[in-house]
């Protein structure tokens, strides 16, 4: 993979947690209460931006891309596909849920709908470290999740913490992918501009 395809391959995965990390953020907000309907449809506009630029660069990584690393190429499709049905299913299930009062059933098939493209994007991030044969880049991609589970671990543990002296509101444990993703963008951007 040329230097560019590769730059071009780590900013979409870049672009596209940070999409997933702001609409499950915004999302969190509503629930919350904090900010009201017509505030969500003009912050909504921000993942979607940063979706478009996940889909461009990958677009791009994927026509500089040479037939050897084709690992990557698949990585950023697979990621960017399970972000984005992982934001549709949750805004889907959880819209349904609160309008709706589904069965309990139903409720079970509605849970599903982002726990699917989690599942999924676990799969694309193993397959992708089983075939990518550059090991710098594998290298990258590991310390981009660790640095992602990093985020998980400290503001899970802080929040836990407030939380259980009652200081601050219950927060869902969905909200964990939302965190990591947030933080394997900034993981990779880090990379990036420190030229790691």
Known sequence: MSADAETRSRRASM???LSVGTAAAI??????GTIDRSTIYILAIIPLVLMVLCFRASLEASKTASRSNQAAVRYT?????????????????LSVWRNLDPSTGFTWLLAMLPIIPIFWMIFVM???LKEEND????????????????FVLA??????????????????GWWSVP??????????????????
């Open 126 to 128: 193993a397959r992708y």
């Open 155 to 172: 503001i899970g543990s802080f929040w836990g913490f407030l939380e259980t002296f009652e200081l601050v509101p219950h927060v869902p």
């Open 15 to 17: 672009w596209g947690g």
């Open 77 to 93: 499709k697979g990621i960017m596909a399970s972000s984005l049905a992982y934001l549709l299913g949750l805004g889907i299930a």
């Open 27 to 32: 999302l969190g907000l509503k629930f919350s």
């Open 135 to 150: 090991e710098y880049l594998r290298y990258r991609a590991i310390i981009a999740s660790l640095i992602g589970l990093g």
């Open 179 to 196: 965190i990591w993703a947030f933080g394997m963008g900034i993981g990779q951007a880090w990379q990036n501009r420190s030229g790691e």
